[in-house]
T-cell receptor, first 111, second 115 residues
Framework: GENVEQHPSTLSVQEGDSAVIKCTYSDSASNYFPWYKQELGKRPQLIIDIRSNVGEKKDQRIAVTLNKTAKHFSLHITETQPEDSAVYFCAVQGGSEKLVFGKGTKLTVNP | NAGVMQNPRHLVRRRGQEARLRCSPMKGHSHVYWYRQLPEEGLKFMVYLQKENIIDESGMPKERFSAEFPKEGPSILRIQQVVRGDSAAYFC?????????????FGPGTRLTVL
């Protein structure tokens, strides 16, 4: 089955710096790659996603890049703010409808 | 437009009791997914349902766990004879029509504690 690796598991940055989180996956048939943000005790919230026919997508301070050949995709957050502090999960969807999640990255933005 | 609803938000059960978790999808969504999240871990897929059909239950433990999504009413995840290891947050997600990719929107979760 699909295997998703996410790195780093924790990331600490200064306010205003950029943060990058990377994920790799195993199933080359995977075609949908969402990113979720989860604050403590809250639900995972979809923040950005990318389909397999696109290499990059940007939404204000958030961007995602996808390299299908290498089977990895990354989340980029620029000009980080303290409210960006949360756990971020990558996920992969392939032929079946289910999402396979990475183990998460705890991002801390220090004021 | 209400989002995905789950209840109860918190559930405490003693070992051996039954737990029933309910999920109402977003309006217009006909697909429901259940995921389990252990403390400090990612979400693990359990089961995918459409109305009156289980489509994929590959992530569901073979014993004690069952799920349904009846024609009327919410989807139910049922855990019989709960054990301490069942303590986790259970999230349901919903998505609209089936297509090559499905945005899934999550409910607030039910936090199950087994004493």
């Amino acid at each position: 089955g699909e295997n998703v690796e996410q790195h780093p598991s924790t990331l600490s940055v200064q306010e205003g710096d950029s943060a990058v989180i990377k994920c790799t996956y195993s199933d080359s048939a995977s075609n949908y790659f969402p990113w979720y943000k989860q604050e403590l005790g809250k639900r995972p919230q979809l923040i950005i996603d990318i389909r397999s026919n696109v290499g990059e997508k940007k939404d204000q301070r958030i961007a995602v890049t996808l390299n299908k050949t290498a089977k990895h995709f990354s989340l980029h957050i620029t000009e980080t703010q303290p409210e960006d502090s949360a756990v971020y999960f990558c996920a992969v969807q392939g032929g079946s409808e289910k999402l396979v999640f990475g183990k998460g990255t705890k991002l801390t933005v220090n004021p | 437009n209400a989002g995905v609803m789950q209840n109860p938000r918190h559930l405490v059960r003693r070992r051996g009791q039954e737990a029933r978790l309910r999920c109402s999808p977003m309006k217009g969504h006909s697909h429901v997914y259940w995921y389990r999240q252990l403390p400090e871990e990612g979400l693990k897929f359990m089961v995918y349902l459409q109305k009156e059909n289980i489509i994929d239950e590959s992530g569901m433990p073979k014993e004690r766990f069952s799920a349904e999504f009846p024609k009327e009413g919410p989807s139910i995840l049922r855990i019989q004879q709960v054990v301490r290891g069942d303590s986790a947050a259970y999230f349901c997600a919903s998505s609209p029509l089936r297509r090559s990719y499905n945005e899934q929107f999550f409910g607030p979760g039910t936090r199950l504690t087994v004493l």
